[in-house]
């Protein structure tokens, strides 16, 4: 499956994360998975929430630099060699994985990668 | 179209005859008038008499802001206060205010140089101009101001701030020109595409100035609102905006030189130095009645050009303004203006060139740290582009510096934006 993140640039300022969670708290938006990606001086928060378009809109009225990327969606099983076998069956289709995350779901935990070309990742998990 | 072809087109002889004719008369008037200068003049062994024409100007001792200072409020005023109709005065960033005054005469030669300014970018009696520099003690609004109401045309006192009433006034009423700093036209600039209401717009003209900007500034601001924008120069010690301004060839600023003469001196040396070389720019007031200046250091670098322009003026030219000497920042010996980082961010095209200049000393060692706002059109969600591009950034900061300096990337419209005039540098060694 293939979701739309919002990836949000922060600087590294007290308070900052709050502003953000702030906008989409009013705007009745759910934050169903947040990844935080540092560096010393600022931060890219991702997020996946209830409504992408809106959150991007309102953030964006908000200030913040904010864009929306597509990224790959894959359901995990909690045994052991998931990841490991995943892995695998990407090899040889993708040049690299920029990030990887998780995002509960209420049926179980789903990995969250950004790869340069989803929708062809997509194809090739569905064959196998 | 030329507002005083008798004046802005005489040949160089007639010019110099009229100055030196008004030289003569605004040395004895100063003289006789103002009893700091009396006392300069004696101490230098200086009577009026001794100056005859332009080419003894440089017999007369300078003026500096610390004059102005020590005079504080009136005291280089040449009128009784009954004559003085106006009062402005510029906020120093270092002790008191500087105060200036204006005759009647003063404000009518006042609203003739920025009509002729005006005259350079087209403005007309029926073009309607948005004045959005700040009015109040500030030369800029009521200087503009009386100018565009000079020149016929229609004018809207905006002042400065409320970006949103701004928008609304200039798409309501048509507005075809506007008066303002160039930093808060780029700001104007973003919020206009951000609404994107370009096309409901009447805009034809910018007449920017009250601080230096570059040619990449005036290019981005032309292509991206599809206007022309001039350049308007003054301060308020020698009058206010209208000193100078720029015509359509953009080959330099027009100084009104029969109101104001103009030298350029090496800010080492003290001296004059010839056409197309830079130096500090010196202005002497030739018709002010209220505060006669006499070789006025304006601390602004530039270089002068005579010789007649495609436009017909034969006025003397200022080039683009290096900066302004007490602008100069010199870290690790090396000479750095802000206007240096502008230009080349603006040329990079990938960043907006709003910057923050920190220098510091850490350890004896000068250090610069250059804040630069991320452009959401060139936004990566990648760490790895985003550390790309800082290196970018460093890399062309260093060739324009010929220092490095530590690049750092902050969110949009945080640094300060000046509705008045932009903060580019914060000197932290300063103690
Ligand atoms: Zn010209």
């Given amino acids: 499956m293939i979701l739309k993140q919002l990836s949000v640039f922060v600087e590294n300022k007290e308070g900052r994360m709050k502003d953000i969670t702030q906008v989409l708290k009013d705007s009745n938006i ?3 998975t947040a990844s935080l990606a540092d560096t010393t001086e600022y931060g890219m928060l991702r997020l996946i929430v209830s409504d992408p378009d809106l959150a991007k809109a309102k953030l964006r009225e908000a200030g913040f630099p904010v864009s929306i990327t597509d990224v790959l969606a894959v359901k995990a099983n909690d045994s052991i ?9 990407l090899e040889g289709n993708i040049s690299s994985i920029e990030y990887m995350y998780t995002l509960p779901t209420e049926d179980g935990p789903v990995v969250i990668l950004k790869v340069a070309n989803p929708e062809e990742i997509e194809k090739v998990l569905e064959e196998v | 179209m030329i507002w005083n072809e008798a004046k802005e087109c005489m040949s160089r002889d007639e010019m110099e005859h009229l100055q030196s004719t008004r030289l003569v008369k605004q040395v004895n008037y100063v003289y006789h008038n103002v009893e700091y200068y009396r006392k300069k003049m004696q101490a230098a062994g200086l009577e009026p008499g001794d100056i005859r024409g332009i080419e003894d100007i440089t017999k007369l001792p300078f003026t500096t802001k610390d004059d102005l200072r020590n005079t504080y409020p009136c005291g280089l005023f040449a009128v009784p206060r009954s004559e003085v109709v106006r009062i402005h005065a510029s906020s120093g960033t270092t002790g008191k205010a500087t105060v200036v005054g204006y005759t009647r005469r003063d404000i009518e030669i006042w609203s003739e140089c ?3 300014v005006l005259a350079m970018a087209g403005v007309g009696k029926n073009d309607t101009v948005q004045v959005s520099y700040g009015y109040g003690l500030f030369t800029g609004g009521l200087g503009a101001h009386y100018g565009v109401e000079n020149v016929g045309a229609t004018v809207v006192p905006l002042s400065t701030g409320n970006t949103k009433k701004q928008l609304t006034m200039m798409k309501d009423l048509g507005v075809t020109s506007i008066m303002c700093t160039p930093s808060y036209l780029m700001y104007l600039t973003e919020s206009i595409e951000e609404q994107g209401i370009l096309d409901e717009l009447q805009l034809k003209s910018a007449v ?9 500034m005036r290019n981005q601001i032309e292509s991206r609102l599809h206007i022309k924008a001039h350049d308007i120069y ?11 301004g720029d015509c359509v060839y953009h ?3 027009h100084i009104n030189e029969d109101h104001f003469l103009p030298e350029i001196i090496s800010a080492d040396t003290l001296t004059p130095i010839g056409d197309g070389e830079i130096g500090e720019l010196v202005f002497t007031t030739l018709t002010k009645e209220a505060l006669p200046l006499i070789r006025y250091r304006t601390k602004d670098l530039t270089s002068i050009s005579h010789g007649k322009c495609d436009c017909g003026r034969t006025t003397a030219r200022l080039s683009r303004f290096v900066g302004r000497s007490d602008d ?3 870290i690790r010996g090396v000479n750095v203006f802000p206007s240096q980082v502008e230009a080349a961010l603006l040329e990079m095209g990938e960043v907006s060139p709003n910057y923050l200049m920190i220098v510091d000393r850490v350890n004896n060692l000068d250090t610069l740290e250059v804040l630069v706002e991320v452009d959401e059109k060139f936004f990566s969600d990648e760490i790895k582009e985003l550390e790309n591009l800082t290196k970018k950034i460093t890399h062309v900061l260093q060739q324009a510096l010929l220092i490095a300096p530590k690049v750092k990337l902050v969110e949009p419209k945080t640094l300060e934006r000046s509705e008045g005039k932009a903060k580019r540098v914060i000197d932290k060694r300063k103690l």
């Fill in chain 1, 30 to 32: 759910n934050i169903q």
């Fill in chain 1, 81 to 89: 060699g998931f990841l490991h076998d995943l892995l695998c069956k």
């Fill in chain 2, 114 to 116: 920025v009509s002729r």
């Fill in chain 2, 208 to 216: 920017c100035g009250a601080e230096p900007w570059t040619e990449e």
């Fill in chain 2, 234 to 244: 003054g301060l308020s010690e020698i009058m206010g905006p209208g000193v100078a």
């Fill in chain 2, 251 to 253: 080959k330099g600023l």
């Fill in chain 2, 328 to 330: 100069m920042l010199i």
